[in-house]
């Protein structure tokens, strides 16, 4: 166990921003949210999946909707209590903890403040280690643990409870109730034991997001290359360094979809890079091979400050480093990663893992 | 004939004009008391020009100095926040992203109450009047007048804050109330953070303003004055007392105006070389584009429609180091014209190595002949590249564009920029923004999400432009001349339903008084 203070927390949502592979909300009002908890209730505790009991209930926390509206429409700070403790009761049992259902992006941070307010433990884990935009696209899924019970508040005071056949129907049901709540709700779902957790939840990415960010914090402050630093931090590979050239948008599906291409430079000169994002970037190719998709994580930063850029932010002439990253290992097995294979983002390609792709070179 | 001044951190700009002719310009430095430096400049300009004070129909005023006091915490008084939107947005209060020194100064009394409004133009709780009238009662009795008022949504709708405004009113006559919807944009802590800003400001406005009036009348120039605001436009000297933190960033935003003015093109690169920085923007139907980011105030996040720029540390000050060959970006910045080696100094600067290539003539040639030609010739490459490079940074599209150059350190250009269609050195671009002052139009804007389930798309866009077009002619357009110059939609991610963010700006001429 260790705690977390407010210097951590800016660590971490530098990291999430990260893994958040360019989706997955800006994490400046969940950092807002933990820091002020954190200054109000003390530090949190954050407690290793080894540290806890088997047996012990963790529930995880987060939000969703719309980012645009949440930037506007503030949290309450009590919706999010009271998802978290409409499914204590529901499942009858005292949730031990909380934690992030996603390592990138928003939610990763937004778990801090309910272990914060209610003084119970943060667990150092989460179900993606990276962002997705569906409730079913977890680890989690995969390994048989259900979304259901589903608990989802607004500052009303609303509380849905939700029992389903499937974690896809959570998805289908909370989306178009969400927007009733005003493209804003709070939720509390997967509910795991600990047990369960050591083997389905992807360890240690609170920490990872933290080293992350540190890394970069550290680089910039010695004027070190914080493009190499992050790349170093994630285990990742540096894929690209160019000139954004064209970016082109769409809706597809409720779903902000698109492109980007880029012109290599320096040692990349010649060269011609094709990214496609759908709310996260989802596939690179580059001189049209594939060199990278998900489930592995893609980061697209700006060559100078190697600040991650969202989808929203890609425009024409950045210069940006795109890194690539293997995604947690649990992402390779059969059934999770059919949920998040490129043939279900409609790409037509076999997944290669971005290490083989990339070994040696 | 109009004037436009240009109060900068270093140097007050003047520029005298008859429609579209420089009359006569100034350099003067920027004094501590404002007012002042305007004066000196003032006088020389119309002295220069030998016309009478009376012929003069305008003056226009860009300046920095309420940026500054907000950097540099000084003359802010103490304000109160009402926000609306219980039970939403408690986690984070006003005031809660600032830094704690200012945020003290500045009183941190900000109070809570029910309202707010969804996305969609529903209500997120009933309004209670008598809440409000309780919170402006504690306002009072705490001594405060000056008061910012925010709602959640209020860009879709804002009557909860006009009428919490008439309330206030009721029991704090004087009340100097800022509402947020006035002011901003979509998301609410720096839509209200602005307000706090404005509200903070108004008294310095009130003295600066009045300053700025009372060296007008010294001068016997009886014409209106006005201000330039961070978008390029003019508000007169009473809405300026109203919308101080409008002014922010005006600096860069009248350089590019008056680079458009002077070389006639609506769509270009502006690279605006300094002393010390260069700073490249683009113009798009005549005005800056504007950055998509949160900007920082002093310690706080604000989402003004700031001119998107670049800066790279090159200008005619700056440092030459020759093995390896470095240009910049440290300077000798103002000392320029003591330090650099043609001004007798012994410092090897930008402009010495310009002057020693031959392309100017400018101080002493002779102490910079002894320079390498190879050294000469490495350094102007390199500073061509720095400037290619920033401004492929800032374009839209791979297309050729005109790249104008302005500013005091405009002979660093020498060659070609590649991707430019030309580069135009436009007469008088020492003062350009002195000029983009003098020539500021006025406009409006709106800034709203619409849903198109109960609208046609056409009918938005109507509604937006109408919206944009009324606010311009509030803010001293004359109805004939409002032109639409720019429109933005953006969908929103995650939400079925067509809810659409539609961003209008309309623009048009003053009336003339």
């Not at chain 1, 709310?279 to 580059?286: C, K, Y």
């Not at chain 1, 690539?324 to 999770?336: D, G, K, N, S, V």
């Not at chain 2, 330039?228 to 003019?234: C, E, Y």
């Not at chain 2, 920082?296 to 180091?321: A, H, K, Q």
Request: aromatic content about 6%; some cysteine.
């Amino acid at each position: 166990m260790r705690l977390l203070y407010e210097e951590n927390i800016e660590d971490i949502a530098l990291g999430a921003a990260v893994l958040g592979t360019g989706g997955g909300g800006d994490p400046y009002v969940g950092k807002l949210m933990a820091r002020e908890a954190v200054r109000q209730y003390g530090p949190v505790e954050l407690y290793s999946l080894d540290e806890l009991d088997d047996d012990d209930l963790i529930v995880p926390s987060a939000g969703m909707g719309a980012p645009i509206v949440i930037v506007e429409k503030l949290p309450a700070g009590d919706d999010m209590i009271r998802a978290f403790k409409a499914l204590g009761r529901y499942s009858g049992r005292e949730p031990r903890g909380t934690m992030s259902i996603e390592a990138g992006g928003l939610n990763s941070i937004m778990p801090i403040y309910v272990a914060a307010r209610l003084r119970i433990p943060m667990v150092d884990c989460d179900g993606m280690g990276r962002a997705f935009p569906e409730i079913q696209m977890t680890i989690f899924t995969a390994h048989g643990i259900t979304a259901s019970p589903f608990a989802m508040s607004d500052e009303r005071g609303n509380v849905l409870l939700m029992d389903t056949v499937s974690n896809k129907w959570v998805e289908t049901f909370a989306r178009s109730c969400v927007v009733h709540m005003g493209a804003e709700g709070m939720i509390a779902l997967y509910s795991a034991t600990v047990k369960q957790l050591k083997e389905a939840a992807i360890h240690g990415t609170i920490t990872l997001a933290e080293e992350i960010g540190a890394t970069v914090r550290n680089a910039r402050r010695a004027e070190a290359n914080p493009v190499d630093a992050v790349r170093k931090a994630v285990g990742g590979f540096l894929l690209f360094r160019g000139k954004i050239t064209d970016v082109d948008r769409r809706i597809e599906g409720g779903w902000n979809r698109g492109d980007a291409r880029m012109a290599g430079i320096d040692d990349f000169e010649g060269s011609e890079l094709l990214l496609d994002f759908q709310n996260e970037h989802l596939a690179v190719r580059i001189n049209g091979e594939f060199a990278a998709t998900v489930p592995d994580l893609i980061a697209v930063l700006d060559s100078e400050t190697g600040e991650p850029i969202t989808t929203e932010a890609l425009r024409y002439g950045m210069r940006v480093a795109v890194i690539a990253f293997p995604c947690a290992p649990q992402w390779r097995e059969p059934a999770a990663l059919e949920l998040a294979h490129p043939r279900y983002f409609g790409y037509d390609v076999d997944y290669v893992p971005v290490e083989e792709r990339y070994r040696g070179g | 004939m109009r004037i436009g001044v240009d109060v900068g951190g270093t140097n007050t700009d003047a520029v005298l004009m008859d429609g579209a002719n420089v009359i006569s310009s100034t350099k003067t430095p920027t004094t501590a008391n404002v007012s002042e430096g305007i004066a000196k400049a003032l006088s020389t300009v119309i002295a220069d020009s030998g016309i009478e004070a009376a012929a003069i129909d305008g003056v226009m005023i860009g300046t920095t100095h309420f940026t500054n006091a907000v950097v540099e915490r000084k003359h802010l008084t103490p304000t109160a926040c009402i926000r609306l939107g219980l039970p939403a947005t408690v986690c984070l209060p006003p005031m809660v992203d600032w830094p704690d020194d200012l945020r003290d100064m500045v009183g941190g009394n900000s109070h809570l109450a029910h309202g707010g409004h969804e996305f969609d133009g529903r209500e997120i709780s009933a309004y209670q009047p008598d809440e409000v009238r309780e919170i402006a009662r504690k306002i009072r009795d705490a001594g405060l007048s000056a008061i910012a008022i925010s709602s959640v949504f209020s860009p879709v709708n804002s009557t909860f804050e006009e009428q919490s405004a008439e309330i206030v009113r009721e029991l704090i006559p004087d009340a100097n109330i800022t509402l947020s919807s006035e002011i901003g944009r979509i998301g609410l802590l720096e839509r209200e953070n602005a307000a706090i800003m404005n509200s903070c400001l108004r008294q310095l406005a009130a003295r600066t303003v009045d300053g700025f009036k009372a060296a007008l009348d010294e001068l016997q120039i009886t014409a209106p004055f006005y201000i330039s605001q961070n978008d390029g436009t003019l508000m007169n000297a009473d809405f300026a007392k109203e919308y101080p933190v409008l002014t922010f960033a005006s600096g860069p935003t009248n350089s590019m105006r008056g680079a458009a003015f002077l070389s006639g093109l609506r769509d270009a690169i502006v690279v605006d070389v300094g002393g010390t920085t260069t700073d490249i923007g683009v113009l798009q139907h005549g005005f800056p584009r504007v950055a998509a980011l949160a900007v920082d105030i002093g310690g706080v996040r604000t989402n003004f429609r700031m001119p998107d720029t670049y800066s790279i540390g090159l200008g005619g000050g700056s440092l030459i180091e020759s093995d390896p060959l470095k240009v910049g970006p440290r300077s000798v910045g103002y000392e320029l014209t003591e330090k650099a080696l043609v001004f007798g100094g012994d410092i090897l600067t930008a402009t010495d190595v310009i002057v020693a290539g031959g392309s100017e003539d400018i101080g002493d040639a002779g102490a910079v002949s002894h320079l390498d030609a190879s050294l000469v010739a490495a350094v102007q490459a390199r500073i061509m590249e720095m400037i290619t490079i920033a401004v492929d940074r800032m374009k839209t599209s791979a297309t050729p564009v005109p790249v104008i150059v302005v500013g005091g350190g405009s002979i660093l250009v020498t060659g070609a920029i590649e991707g430019a269609s030309e580069i135009i050195k436009p007469d008088h671009f020492p003062v350009a923004n002195a000029i983009g002052a003098a020539i500021a139009q006025v406009g409006g804007e709106c800034d709203r999400i619409f849903s198109l389930a109960e609208l046609s798309r056409d009918e938005a866009l109507d509604q937006a432009k109408s919206e944009a077009s009324n606010r311009a002619v509030n803010a001293g357009a004359n109805a004939d001349s409002i032109e639409i110059v720019d429109v933005e939609e953006v969908p929103l991610a995650y939400l079925p339903g067509n809810a659409t963010r539609i961003m209008v700006k309309a623009i048009g001429d003053l009336v003339e008084a």
